[in-house]
């Protein structure tokens, strides 16, 4: 059995047996690369050493808020090195971190503060605890990373875990592994152990296969692997995981909750096609992490068993008494990583081992060819989205509340029977569940019911809650920030879950959507377009608190000023009271970076993506065409080819005034030609593959009609959206520049290319280039509440205005020029208000004919 004595030695050059005190062993080889550099075996067993020297050779409890960095795995390392048991929480989640640090009381404390900075806090020098000499490391059970009771895991468990993986894997010194699961989930941290123990690197990532960014670091780093769970697999196939080139990759582990066989089929197949293996694992954080696994070559044609045990495991079947077949019974697990125990009170850490054999809970079977299969659970544990949920916990969490229920598990959702009063009850329920265990609605089914389902004996009926089907759907909107969401977007299926991108938002509802979030919660993060709404929940470092005084300093988005701004200037110089030009050109590259924001997020499918942005197109040209239709027949101005917003094509092209409406024209060609393109399936895979690279190379092939390479304008006309769409583009791209490397050459770019554009307006030029620079290196700019609202207001109409401008001022330029200019902007603004309510009716009708077709 390893103990702390055997660890202290922990330093550079230490000949600890266990895979923390023999870093340094591996001398200079890269042991960490991250988007910043690398790190050698010999320098993180450096700064392991100054940690661990700080924690000092007194055993006490560290409690360490994990997450996929450096700072977070030195002090793993430097704590198992010195002897230190560490209670391992998730670092993004603040309510874990404070409930655990209450229920323990740990000596240390390490994490990150509000600033971000990595801090070590000595609680006290001396442990008030009495922690046994084999304990090593405490992690929450899968699916109740709050909850108090915990795994303990020894020093032999850790070790004999990683050398089995590793054995089994052939990890050698040049496999290099992504860390794309979190750090304190046991199958995360067992990616770290596994590849540290034989001297291979780790791509040191907190970024999901989906983000633009993993895998050109996954490429630069030259990965040859990275673990994945059943929701991994729905994200590798919306990001086009198949035509990604990643010469490197050996192999794909899988593990977190079953994989549907033919899943299974289909991901070896491939793997057998591009050259890398697909391993499929089975364990339970009890077992430090892995049981058993399926050798590759079987994945394809026995892609419904967890496989065998893993090297120095072993398991045999427990009869039990619903499964009578002989070759079938409960799953028992014996080997060197079992865990020693439970913990459920700080007095539990004095213990020792109380557990021999590892009862997993699972009904399996032995087939004639040797490997395990998994029929069935013998308890009623239920595994929902990967997340180990008990019910009979839920049970007692409803019972403390006032209600009377049975809860089971059953298809991949928690289905519950309660004695309640209809909806009201079902959403209460529904809330406390999902908010105890991390679970969405959708996995949540409540049926209120007169009297619950009994046996003859008087016992609970589980067998009949499992089968009262799927039940009521979650209430539409069951918080305040999901009406928010569903009064400005006009949707009726805002959940817990949902995003602002997820739910079809676009830059004209960004705007009211932003600062509405902003009024409630205080600063928002710069992604929370993408985040889910019970992640917003969460406040923000440093962020003021919601509910303070207007007129308390805020942010802006810069693409919202620049929005407000552009709008101002376009019809003031139209007015002339001032002549400062170039904003309509500046929306067209803002318009491009929007369109990346909200359209192109890689969890987006291709259909998905064309559907949101044929809506952001209809949200442009019928308003447009709309109003063109009303002014009309009411002035010579303008003529049927601007009714059907075809002007700048067929002309007539001598006409200043028919030429008013080219911004609409253009952008609408614009976006139109951007869909089709991105929904074609080989667009769609380069996007997700090179999202910089592609609207750069938009750009470049731009400047053959910016600076008419081809010759064609004295021969032909060319359409304005022809001429502009490379600022589209770059803009696109601007949105997508990830590094300072990326954002530096499209500014480059920008700088490049748009001086000349005017001829002999360079101040109109500098415009434009100044504010596409504050766009790329400026992402908010720092207000006043009333500034915002009124921003807000004017970005969110800028195109109503621009329509509207022309038949406004004229009415009044005569009297006053600056008069014209406010009365210009309120009309346009209630124009907006007009077709927003108009949008939101007509949706309203759409649903009710839905409804009526259902019925």
């Known amino acids: 059995m390893l103990t702390p004595s055997d660890l202290l030695s922990?330093?550079?050059?230490?000949?600890?047996?266990?895979?923390?005190?023999?870093?340094?062993?591996?001398?200079?080889?890269?042991?960490?690369?991250?988007?910043?550099?690398?790190?050698?075996?010999?320098?993180?067993?450096?700064?392991?050493?100054?940690?661990?020297?700080?924690?000092?050779?007194?055993?006490?409890?560290?409690?360490?808020?994990?997450?996929?960095?450096?700072?977070?795995?030195?002090?793993?390392?430097?704590?198992?090195?010195?002897?230190?048991?560490?209670?391992?929480?998730?670092?993004?989640?603040?309510?874990?971190?404070?409930?655990?640090?209450?229920?323990?009381?740990p000596d240390v404390v390490i994490g990150a503060d509000r600033s971000g900075r990595w801090r070590l806090d000595e609680r006290r020098a001396v442990s008030v605890h009495e922690l046994h000499p084999d304990l090593a490391l405490l992690l929450s059970t899968s699916g109740s990373t709050g909850s108090p009771k915990l795994v303990r895991l020894s020093y032999e468990n850790l070790q004999a875990n990683a050398e089995s993986i590793a054995t089994y894997l052939e990890i050698g010194e040049a496999d290099r592994a992504a860390t794309t699961l979190p750090m304190h989930y046991c199958y995360g941290l067992s990616v770290i152990n596994s590849h540290l123990l034989r001297g291979a690197g780790l791509i040191l990532t907190d970024l999901s296969v989906a983000d633009d960014g993993f895998w050109d670091l996954f490429r630069s780093a030259r990965g040859t692997t990275f673990a994945a769970v059943p929701y991994t697999f729905d994200l590798l196939d919306r990001t086009g995981f198949a035509e990604l080139?990643?010469?490197?990759?050996?192999?794909?582990?899988?593990?977190?909750?079953?994989?549907?066989?033919?899943?299974?089929?289909?991901?070896?197949?491939?793997?057998?096609?591009?050259?890398?293996?697909?391993?499929?694992?089975?364990?339970?954080?009890?077992?430090t992490a892995r049981m058993a696994y399926l050798p590759p070559h079987l994945a394809a044609t026995r892609p419904e068993s967890i496989g065998l045990p893993i090297p120095g495991g072993s398991f045999h079947l427990e009869p039990h008494p619903d499964w009578p077949d002989q070759d079938t019974g409960e799953l028992v697990y014996s080997g060197p990583n079992v865990m020693l125990g439970y913990a459920e009170h700080p007095s539990d850490l004095a213990l020792g081992r109380t557990t021999e054999d590892l009862r997993t809970g699972d009904i399996a079977r032995r087939a004639p060819d040797g490997?395990?299969?998994?029929?069935?659970?013998?308890?009623?544990?239920?595994?929902?989205?990967?997340?180990?949920?008990?019910?009979?916990?839920?049970?007692?969490?409803?019972?403390?509340?006032?209600?009377?229920?049975?809860?089971?598990?059953?298809?991949?959702?928690?289905?519950?029977?309660?004695?309640?009063?209809?909806?009201?009850d079902a959403d209460r329920v529904r809330r406390l569940v999902t908010g105890e265990y991390g679970l969405p609605p959708r996995a949540v089914t409540v049926h209120v019911l007169p009297e619950l389902p009994r046996l003859a004996t008087g016992k609970p009926d589980y067998e009949a809650v499992r089968k009262l089907g799927p039940g009521r759907v979650p209430s539409e909107q069951p918080s305040d920030l999901c009406q928010l969401y569903a009064a400005i977007l006009d949707r009726t299926d805002v959940t817990e879950d949902s995003s602002f991108v997820s739910l079809g938002g676009d830059s004209l509802s960004y705007v009211e959507m932003s600062l509405n979030l902003e009024r409630t919660l205080g600063r928002l993060p710069p992604d929370w377009?993408?985040?889910?709404?019970?992640?917003?929940?969460?406040?923000?470092?440093?962020?003021?608190?919601?509910?303070?005084?207007?007129?308390?300093?805020?942010?802006?988005?810069?693409?919202?000023?620049?929005?407000?701004?552009?709008?101002?200037?376009?019809?003031?110089?139209?007015?002339?009271?001032?002549?400062?030009?170039?904003?309509?050109?500046?929306?067209?590259?803002?318009?491009?970076?929007?369109?990346?924001?909200?359209?192109?997020?890689?969890?987006?499918?291709?259909?998905?993506?064309?559907?949101?942005?044929?809506?952001?197109?209809?949200?442009?040209?019928?308003?447009?065409?709309?109003?063109?239709?009303?002014?009309?027949?009411?002035?010579?101005?303008?003529?049927?080819?601007?009714?059907v917003l075809l002007h700048s094509v067929l002309g007539p092209?001598?006409?200043?005034?028919?030429?008013?409406?080219?911004?609409?024209?253009?952008?609408?060609?614009?976006?139109?030609?951007?869909?089709?393109?991105?929904?074609?399936?080989?667009?769609?895979?380069?996007?997700?593959?090179?999202?910089?690279?592609?609207?750069?190379?938009?750009?470049a092939l731009g400047l053959l009609t910016r600076y008419d390479l081809l010759g064609l304008r004295d021969r032909i006309h060319i359409p304005s959206a022809a001429v502009v769409f490379w600022l589209f583009a770059l803009g696109w791209a601007a949105a997508k520049a990830d590094t300072t490397r990326q954002r530096v050459l499209v500014t480059v770019a920008a700088v490049a290319t748009i001086p000349g554009f005017f001829p002999g307006e360079p101040f109109r030029d500098a415009v434009v280039t100044a504010g596409f620079v504050l766009l790329v290196w400026v992402r908010t700019l720092p207000t006043l509440g009333p500034v915002n609202s009124v921003a807000g207001v004017l970005a969110s109409s800028s195109l109503y205005i621009y329509l509207t401008h022309w038949q406004i001022y004229p009415l009044i330029d005569g009297f006053s020029g600056w008069l014209a200019l406010p009365a210009s902007l309120l009309f346009g603004i209630g124009y907006a208000a007009v077709v927003n309510r108009g949008m939101r009716h007509l949706s309203g009708l759409r649903a009710r004919r839905r409804h009526r077709g259902a019925a």
């Open 529 to 643: 377009h993408t985040r889910p709404i019970r992640d917003l929940r969460r406040p923000e470092p440093d962020g003021p608190a919601p509910g303070k005084d207007s007129r308390r300093r805020r942010t802006l988005e810069t693409g919202i000023a620049l929005r407000a701004a552009a709008i101002v200037l376009i019809v003031g110089s139209h007015i002339h009271i001032f002549y400062v030009k170039g904003g309509a050109h500046l929306l067209l590259a803002v318009a491009g970076y929007n369109l990346a924001r909200f359209h192109l997020t890689p969890s987006a499918e291709r259909r998905e993506r064309v559907r949101h942005g044929l809506r952001g197109i209809a949200r442009i040209a019928l308003p447009s065409l709309a109003w063109i239709a009303l002014v009309v027949p009411l002035t010579d101005d303008y003529g049927l080819t601007n009714l």
């Open 10 to 105: 922990g330093v550079p050059g230490a000949t600890s047996p266990l895979f923390a005190g023999r870093l340094a062993t591996h001398g200079d080889r890269a042991a960490l690369l991250t988007a910043d550099g690398e790190l050698s075996y010999r320098e993180l067993a450096e700064k392991v050493a100054q940690v661990a020297a700080r924690l000092g050779v007194r055993r006490r409890l560290v409690l360490l808020a994990g997450t996929n960095t450096a700072d977070a795995l030195i002090a793993y390392l430097a704590a198992l090195a010195a002897g230190h048991p560490i209670l391992l929480v998730p670092g993004d989640n603040d309510e874990a971190v404070r409930s655990l640090t209450a229920a323990y009381d």
């Open 653 to 699: 092209h001598d006409s200043e005034t028919a030429m008013h409406f080219w911004f609409v024209e253009a952008l609408t060609y614009i976006l139109v030609a951007a869909v089709a393109l991105l929904g074609l399936r080989t667009v769609d895979r380069a996007e997700r593959r090179f999202p910089f690279a592609l609207p750069m190379t938009i750009a």
């Open 371 to 424: 490997l395990y299969e998994i029929v069935g659970r013998s308890s009623r544990f239920a595994k929902i989205l990967g997340l180990r949920i008990d019910p009979q916990r839920a049970e007692a969490l409803l019972h403390r509340h006032g209600f009377t229920a049975l809860c089971a598990g059953a298809d991949d959702e928690l289905r519950v029977a309660v004695v309640g009063d209809g909806d009201t």
């Open 245 to 287: 080139h990643l010469p490197h990759l050996r192999y794909i582990t899988q593990a977190g909750g079953r994989l549907a066989p033919e899943r299974v089929s289909h991901y070896a197949e491939s793997g057998r096609r591009d050259g890398w293996d697909l391993y499929v694992m089975y364990g339970q954080t009890e077992a």
